[in-house]
């Protein structure tokens, strides 16, 4: 497939390129300075430089696939949850619609299915998150929602535990959540469903097979 990512140079968003390369896809890195893009075409992407505040409809174009792992990070303040981590999604998702793009993979966030429930800090990312993965919801795109809890720069074990709602919070490695939202990707079993996923003792694509 030839699958945009979105966030290509973030921490997740370097592993999912890397992953798409090696599982044989063609990958459309965006990325926000050139600078960044010698990195991302040695990890295997075709880098598109574009910023999720701007115009960013024809990154879509062309590809079968978006997967969206940006975010404006956790030094933002909520302008940039508005403008990147809700607004950044949508405009994909419309831009998706546009360019019939069929399959949208969001990296969401666990407590995004309750943002009232996180702390006063975190409730304008959780409900950016959640807008955006309800906007997503309804778009009539083939999409999956990635819930991951906190994440971590440990070493990926590429075993998780997945569920539509885990009833709990916890930490997964960064590797081993690309390592799931790349499996996600070709798996119609995913497919209008939202899932949680932590570190845990499944092997990843068992774990994505029996959602
Ligand atoms: N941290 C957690 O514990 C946690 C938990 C669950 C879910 N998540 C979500 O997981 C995803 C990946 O996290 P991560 O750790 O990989 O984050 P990250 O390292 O901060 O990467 C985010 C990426 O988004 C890019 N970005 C920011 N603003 C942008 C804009 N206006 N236009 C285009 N790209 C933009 C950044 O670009 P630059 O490289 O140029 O800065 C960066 O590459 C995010 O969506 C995050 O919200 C995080």
Redesign the pocket.
Known sequence: MRVLV??A?????QHIVRFLAEGGHEVRA????EG?AQRLRELGGEPIVA???GEVSHTVEGCDAVIL??????GSGPEKKET??RG?AVKLIEAAQEHGTRRYVM?S??GAADPDSGSEAMQPYLYAKAQADQTLQESGLDYTIVR?G??TDDQGTGTVEAAPSLGKRGEIP?EDAARVIVATLERENTFGKIFEVLSGDTPIEEAIDSL
């Open positions: 979105a966030g140079n973030g921490q997740v968003g965006m990325i926000r300075d960044q910023d999720l505040e792992s940006a975010g404006g990070g956790p990147v981590d950044g990296v966030a666990m991951p906190s994440l960064r």
